[in-house]
T-cell receptor, first 114, second 114 residues
Framework: EPEVTQTPSHQVTQMGQEVILRCVPISNHLYFYWYRQILGQKVEFLVSFYNNEISEKSEIFDDQFSVERPDGSNFTLKIRSTKLEDSAMYFC????????????FGSGTRLTVV | QQQVKQSPQSLIVQKGGISIINCAYENTAFDYFPWYQQFPGKGPALLIAIRPDVSEKKEGRFTISFNKSAKQFSLHIMDSQPGDSATYFCAASIGDNYGQNFVFGPGTRLSVLP
């Protein structure tokens, strides 16, 4: 079964540093997303991406965040100047032909800001 | 308006019992309601979904009941098994086409005792 792959599985970074979270969506999918889940809390939408541009973003997705599809397979989330409150699980998801009801999520990257 | 409420926060059920998780929403524009299952360390996985033109949908041991007038929907897990122990999220979106982002409920942690 096709999977969304995320790397790394766990990232520890110093406060103020930049991190890049990487995702490889399912190959024929066209919509890509980032969600985050602070420990024990609900899954929150960050951003959706289609046709090489952001289609929608939430209030959480401020100037500290950016997304990019640098090539035909990867989809990245960059967090500049990380803060302690950015510590969370970050999930990439993709949606496309064959996904009749919703996204396929990756297994997530646990970001710990110290 | 964009919130999805979910209860209970946690649920303990004996093996073979029925697990019931309830969700409610305010935004009448929501017209697509998936349920996601999340195991520890994994991303949410789509379990079952319903559109408001039907009142019930069943897939195996999982049933969604939908009450459009009350703006409520629920997940019933029949013959609950220890392997069902996970966190369950209800979600809602406007439309079910590619590109829609979901609003997730806060989650219910289900424990099924052997």
């Amino acid at each position: 079964e096709p999977e969304v792959t995320q790397t790394p599985s766990h990232q520890v970074t110093q406060m103020g540093q930049e991190v890049i979270l990487r995702c490889v969506p399912i190959s024929n999918h066209l919509y890509f997303y980032w969600y985050r889940q602070i420990l024990g809390q609900k899954v929150e939408f960050l951003v959706s991406f289609y046709n090489n541009e952001i289609s929608e973003k939430s209030e959480i997705f401020d100037d500290q965040f950016s997304v990019e599809r640098p090539d035909g397979s990867n989809f990245t989330l960059k967090i500049r100047s990380t803060k302690l409150e950015d510590s969370a699980m970050y999930f990439c998801a993709s949606w496309g032909p064959g996904d009749n009801y919703g996204y396929t999520f990756g297994s997530g990257t646990r970001l710990t800001v110290v | 308006q964009q919130q999805v409420k979910q209860s209970p926060q946690s649920l303990i059920v004996q093996k073979g019992g029925i697990s019931i998780i309830n969700c409610a929403y305010e935004n009448t524009a929501f017209d697509y309601f998936p349920w996601y299952q999340q195991f520890p360390g994994k991303g949410p996985a789509l379990l079952i979904a319903i559109r408001p033109d039907v009142s019930e949908k069943k897939e195996g041991r999982f049933t969604i009941s939908f009450n459009k007038s009350a703006k409520q929907f629920s997940l019933h897990i029949m013959d609950s098994q220890p392997g069902d122990s996970a966190t369950y999220f209800c979600a809602a979106s406007i439309g079910d086409n590619y590109g829609q982002n979901f609003v997730f409920g806060p989650g219910t942690r289900l424990s099924v005792l052997p």
